[in-house]
């Protein structure tokens, strides 16, 4: 498992070298474009970089490419949103033909999810 520090540098990384998808999405939620919701890209959340986050809902949003639907992506992407979702994190999952085609109805759907996510719970408490 890699430690803080080194988890931190390897997310700086990996928004340098973003993929032409994670751009594109990320010009779209940054600077609280949908919903007033702030977004980072390439959050650390040990063990694992969350493509996007927003901590107020605690909603990850990850990107997936070709190598999320081989046999050992599945399995990887599994244990990863368990683990997330142990966490209180909700995690939604978009393709990146879907960023690329479809991308008004992928901020529909982040749109959606978030009111969702901001309504207080039964008891009137929060969570």
């Not at 070298?17 to 040990?46: G, M, V, Y």
Request: with cysteine; net charge positive; glycine share 4%.
């Amino acid at each position: 498992m890699q430690t803080r520090p080194t988890l931190v540098q390897f997310s700086r990384q990996l928004r340098a070298k973003q993929t032409d998808c994670e751009h594109l999405l990320w010009q779209k939620l940054r600077s609280r474009q949908i919903a007033n919701l702030k977004f980072r890209r390439q959050f650390p959340c040990p063990p694992y970089v969350l493509d996007f986050y927003c901590a107020e809902l605690k909603l990850a949003i990850e990107l997936d490419g070709g190598q999320h639907y081989e046999t050992s992506g599945l399995i990887h992407d599994q244990r990863r949103t368990f683990h997330l979702y142990e966490q209180g994190i909700e995690v939604v999952r978009f393709s990146n033909k879907e960023v690329i085609q479809q991308m008004d109805d992928v901020l529909e759907q982040i749109i959606q999810i978030a009111a969702v996510r901001r309504l207080p719970s039964p008891s009137g408490r929060g969570d």
